[in-house]
């Protein structure tokens, strides 16, 4: 009987990339080093760039997928949090309802008329980026 596939956070596949690089070892290796499937293992080896760009771009490293959909939400994320970081750089604080409202000017700005900068949004938002404001 085939077992569950273990679903790693971001930090656990980082170490599994790390291990892969120093010791030069087998997907079985890693497979069961890690307690994953090899064919998982495969994959992670396959898409170690998309990983490694993500650990990179401070993404959540407690998700569990790398894989991002794509919303009509997405490029305003995107502008929101380049905001925050630059705003961020230069120390100015930003709450929650300051995001919210760039999060307004920039869906006007593409002519999202359907987005909402909800608190489920900002959330989102936060747990994506790993923000804490």
């Not at 999060?103 to 909402?116: G, H």
């Not at 949004?121 to 404001?133: F, G, T, V």
Request: with cysteine.
């Amino acid at each position: 009987m085939a077992s569950k596939r273990k679903h790693l956070t971001l930090t656990e596949k980082i170490k599994l990339l790390d291990f892969y690089q120093k010791e030069n070892v087998s997907a079985r290796t890693l497979a069961h080093k890690f307690g994953i499937g090899r064919t998982q293992a495969t994959d992670l080896i396959k898409n170690r760039e998309t990983i490694l760009k993500l650990w990179k771009s401070h993404g959540n490293d407690q998700m569990k997928t790398t894989k991002r959909r794509k919303t009509e939400s997405g490029n305003i994320n995107e502008v929101v949090y380049e905001w925050f970081c630059a705003a961020h750089a230069k120390n100015i604080p930003i709450s929650g309802p300051i995001l919210k409202e760039k999060a307004l000017q920039v869906s006007k700005e593409f002519e999202c008329e359907n987005f909402k900068a909800s608190n489920g949004w900002l959330d989102k938002l936060k747990s994506r980026y790993n923000i804490s404001c």
